[in-house]
């Protein structure tokens, strides 16, 4: 039997330790806006999730307290968001020097080039340029990637370094 087709991504979902210091990084970072109404609360009126909704992305975030579980996963990578090209990452890179979002220096990887930054719980996200021609027409390239990079590694995420970079 084949299987039924997906319509996409209904939302992601991420763990947090403090919901108030989650929302100020993902607006700081990203310019997001928290969708209110769906705040989810428990049966005492205790909140315990968000929803966001970052510009450009058509996929809502949930920011969803769950301590245990963000300090499990410190320094995992779940989401790589995409940008156009090298030159609007170079535009995310000054935007978050101007609102002191800690990233790392641009990496070279298999197929573009890419930002980490670390959320307030240890979370890696990264921005990685989009593949020209899409997915299916770019070559993967190891040599391209710069292994060095403790970035690229599967290693868990340090503390940013003093000059303010990870």
């Given amino acids: 039997m084949k299987a039924p087709v997906l319509s996409g991504i209904h939302h992601l979902k991420l763990p947090v330790s ?15 806006h928290r969708i209110e109404r769906f705040d989810h609360r428990d049966e005492s009126g205790t909140l315990f999730a968000v929803i966001l909704m970052l510009p450009g992305l058509d996929v809502p975030i949930e920011l969803r307290l769950a301590p245990a579980a963000a300090d499990a996963i410190v320094g995992y990578d779940p989401v790589t968001f995409g940008v156009p090209d090298r ?3 170079d535009v ?44 299916d027409a770019v ?23 003093s000059n303010g970079t990870l």
Avoid at 106 to 116: P, W
Wanted: glycine fraction near 10%; aromatic fraction near 12%.
């Fill in 139 to 161: 070559d993967f390239a190891p040599e391209r990637a710069d292994l060095a990079s403790a970035h690229l590694t599967h290693r868990i995420m340090q503390p940013p370094y």
């Fill in 18 to 32: 403090d919901i108030p210091a989650g929302i100020d990084w993902f607006e700081r970072a990203f310019g997001a």
């Fill in 92 to 135: 995310w890179i000054e935007h978050f020097d101007a609102v002191g979002v800690v990233h790392s220096p641009v990496i070279s990887g298999f197929i573009g080039d890419l930002v980490e930054l670390v959320t307030p719980d240890g979370l890696a996200l990264r921005l990685y340029t989009d593949p020209v021609g899409g997915f």
């Fill in 87 to 89: 030159a609007v990452l």
